[in-house]
């Protein structure tokens, strides 16, 4: 079997004129899901705020497309504004409708992936941080003839799901880059907070720290959707230990709550993260946070769009198929904030 390129989904006959995706509901506990569109193009403003005929004039002269980009996004999570505003500038340069859903219930995810498929997407773009629960809905797309791509999470899975392409960053090497880095800063004992459980990529990256770092890690389970309990969470673990030096959070909200709980606990123990934002990197320039490692999701969220875009029009897909696009991990510290800050204040870093 010919193994040089990945089997393109069929694609069936379909009417190529815009399509307007209604809203879903999904059951989750007690409440409905709707899947609101953003939408790049025809009328009123563009996602820059741009009249729609400025954005036009940069935008590709293609068939209008609709790409729905579902993430496992929970309430309050900036890291995915950042996500999302990648995925904006792309769709409105490639001509495309983006329609943009979250949940962070895996099974809520795949019911908007569904409904995705039922409303005849020409691309889709998903997270897959609990792989199992969408595999079956993964399925169902590439059998619609949807092309599906992947970012952010799932490095592991994408290929044996049939994805199309990956972008994002491979969690596991990330982990051990920052279990090198706290040996350089002398680090010597840290907790590694968890803020979503079952989330494959959170635990690889603890799991990597743990691999390098000479030290020791302990996990550290919190409830990410309430920043109040987060923050208590930590604070009483650094009362209980007053050995802990390090705290290691895994997105740049947690890290700002870690800061305020280092300071409740009264003790030395400092703060390093994965994720970035512009909050963080004034925390950085401070010192109240020692670093961060950058996956750029920026980037994830626009080649994720503009992949789909170039394998619709182009029949082109990066990584031949085989290989993820990887966008980190990337080190900010005070030696290079000042540069980084200037893109994190446009919101794309």
């Known amino acids: ?89 792309a769709a409105a340069k490639d001509n495309v409708k983006l329609v943009y859903a979250h949940d962070p219930n895996a099974g809520n995810q795949a019911s908007l992936v569904r409904n995705a498929i039922d409303q005849k997407v020409d691309g889709i773009a998903v997270t897959l941080a609990k792989p199992d629960a969408l595999k079956g809905v993964v399925a169902e797309a590439r059998r619609a003839g949807i092309p599906v791509v992947g970012l952010n999470s799932g490095l592991g899975d994408w290929k044996r799901m049939g994805l199309t392409e990956f972008f994002g960053q491979d969690e596991s090497v990330a982990g051990e880059a920052f279990g090198r880095k706290l040996d350089e800063v002398g680090a010597k004992r840290a907790v590694c907070v968890l803020h979503e459980q079952g989330n494959v990529g959170l635990t690889q990256r603890c799991d990597g720290v743990r691999k390098t770092f000479t030290g020791t890690v302990e996990n550290l389970y919190v409830n990410g959707t309430d920043m109040p309990s987060v923050q208590s969470t930590i604070t009483a673990r650094l009362r209980q230990d007053g050995a802990v030096d390090h705290v290691v959070t895994l997105g740049a909200p947690f890290a700002m709550a870690a800061v305020k709980s280092a300071a409740e606990a009264g003790g030395t123990a400092k703060v390093a993260t994965f994720d970035l934002n512009k909050e963080l990197t004034g925390a950085i320039r401070q010192g109240d946070i020692e670093f961060a490692v950058d996956q750029q999701p920026y980037l994830q969220g626009y080649l994720a769009v503009d992949g789909l875009w170039l394998y619709e029009n182009n029949g082109n897909y990066s990584g031949g198929g085989e290989q993820p696009v990887l966008t980190g991990p990337a080190f900010v510290d005070k030696s290079n904030v000042e540069r980084i800050a200037r893109y994190a204040a446009k919101g794309t870093r």
């Open 1 to 89: 079997m010919d193994r040089s390129a990945p089997a393109r989904p069929p694609r069936p006959a379909r009417h190529r004129s815009p399509r307007r995706l209604v809203p879903v509901l999904a059951l989750a506990a007690a409440a409905a899901l709707t899947l609101a569109g953003c939408s790049s193009g025809s009328g009123g403003k563009a996602a820059d705020g741009k009249d729609a005929s400025e954005a036009a004039a940069g935008r590709a002269d293609t068939p209008r497309m609709t790409v729905a980009l579902i993430t496992h996004q929970a309430a309050g999570d900036t890291f995915w504004d950042i996500v999302r505003k990648g995925a904006e500038a």
